[in-house]
């Protein structure tokens, strides 16, 4: 079993929802990004997407783009994202961690050498945003072969063919996109989550993370008792980009612990 569905089955038994934070690899400084991933874990994370920053996320609003271009001007490569995992795999065995990112980095490093560095890494899951089903064939056989969870995103315009060759393909658990737009959008409409979900598990088995347009406690809170996974990202990394040097730990571990304490209805 691997270490993301361990997570989802340990929190189904406690009645409980992941909460997933996304944060940018080598954002705001390559020194911060373990431990920031360390307090990620202490505040209430139960997976972590660690982004690799590329030049052009199609997917990513304006916030997250601008971490993307910090973290490239700071040099952060894939080669070094997965050095960041590794240090964190350390001392934390337990908190899976997924590579969310673009193809272009993945292809110029490798197929077969990507999966086997993420695989030694300690990686648990690579989302890979602009990779349909029928262009991941032979990833995600590398992927499950190095004991990495391939993930999707399924978006609201997805048609069922499409969802059919995403739930056979998927492992560990699939994103659903809650908006047509980038990540950052506002205007979320949980009750047009809520019917597109029941309409999704009718084919998906794996567990649903809802992510894109969260941005306060109401909010997670609202998409948790629907789905079984809260995605934060742009939220996060906003109060990364605005925080003084040395608050960062502090402001996102104080969000992050009010997002957990909301999902968990505290």
Excluded: W
């Excluded at 030049?55 to 001007?73: K, N, V, Y």
């Excluded at 899976?96 to 648990?124: C, Q, R, T």
Aim: net charge neutral; glycine share 8%.
């Amino acid at each position: 079993m691997s270490r993301i569905t361990a997570t989802f089955t340990a929190l189904r038994e406690q009645k409980r929802k992941a909460l997933i934070p996304f944060v940018t690899a080598g954002d705001p400084d390559q020194a911060t990004c373990v431990p920031l991933m360390h307090a990620l874990a202490a505040a209430g994370a139960d997976v972590i997407e660690l982004g690799v920053p590329f030049s052009d996320p199609m997917a990513d609003g304006p916030t997250i783009q601008r971490s993307s271009e910090r973290a490239l001007r700071n040099g952060t490569s894939l080669k070094i994202v997965l050095g960041f995992a590794a240090e964190f795999r350390k001392t934390n065995n337990r908190t899976p961690v997924v590579l969310m990112g673009y193809a272009n980095p993945i292809e110029a490093m490798g197929y077969d050498k990507f999966a086997a560095a993420a695989g030694e890494a300690g990686v648990d899951g690579v989302l890979v945003v602009d990779y349909p089903p029928e262009e991941s064939l032979k990833l995600s056989a590398l992927l499950e072969k190095n004991g990495i969870d391939p993930i999707f995103l399924i978006a609201p315009t997805s048609i069922d063919s499409r969802i059919e060759e995403i739930a056979k393909l998927a492992r560990g658990y699939v994103y659903y996109v809650s908006l047509r737009g980038v990540t950052g959008s506002a205007n979320l409409n949980v009750e047009e989550i809520r019917k597109k979900l029941a309409e999704l598990r009718v084919r998906v088995k794996i567990p649903i993370g809802v992510g894109f347009g969260i941005r306060d406690g109401k909010t997670a809170r609202a998409v948790s008792e629907i789905a079984d996974a809260v995605v934060i990202g742009s939220r996060l990394v906003e109060e990364i980009e605005k925080s003084p040097p040395g608050r960062v730990l502090d402001n996102v571990s104080v969000l992050v612990k009010d997002m957990r304490a909301a999902i968990d209805g505290r």
